[in-house]
């Protein structure tokens, strides 16, 4: 199963995002949890967050750059909802072996990005990939869409259709005929 925890402070003003969690809605095994519809207030269900998440083997965090950053609800949800003794620390391997992807939009192109003493936009994806691999959880190459200010209908589409494809890889079974031809067993 895909858990999408989305976090765009206006969801209903968003038409990239908007776009790729339609994408990903379609998928059977999906589920997705806005958290600016679920938790308005910022008032978290830690317990609730916590089931979603041992209920995944692939967790997408996906949401709009803003400043250089994730939104705060989001920033606040790794704050409570990964505690240590679950998802970190003395008992904490509730998370461990999962795969975890940030999906990201930009408003700006990837030139804007190219700024300081480290010009990548990889760069910005460390602190994510840094808290998923103290939880024990297998990074993925992040999904970046850039440009969505003055993105057209078409490349918006692509976009939608690469991301349900990249999500859906993560639902199809390796099988063991597909691993004997990958010379994963000799017979």
Known sequence: MILIIYAHPYPHHSHANKRL???AGELD????RS???L????????AAEQQA???????VWQHPMQWY?????????????LSHGWAYGHGGNALRGKKALWAVTTGGDSHHFELGSFPDFAALAQPLEATALYC????????VLHGTFNCDPARLEAAAVRYQARLADYLTPVSDD?????GGAHG
């Open 21 to 23: 969690i339609q994408a």
């Open 29 to 32: 095994q999906v589920e997705v």
């Open 35 to 37: 958290l600016y519809d």
């Open 39 to 46: 938790y308005p207030d910022f008032t978290l269900n830690v």
């Open 53 to 59: 998440l041992s209920r995944a083997s692939l967790v």
């Open 69 to 81: 950053n994730m939104p705060p609800l989001l920033k606040l949800w790794f704050d409570k909802v």
């Open 136 to 143: 024990g959880m297998q990074w993925q190459p992040p999904f």
């Open 178 to 182: 597909a691993t004997t031809l990958a």
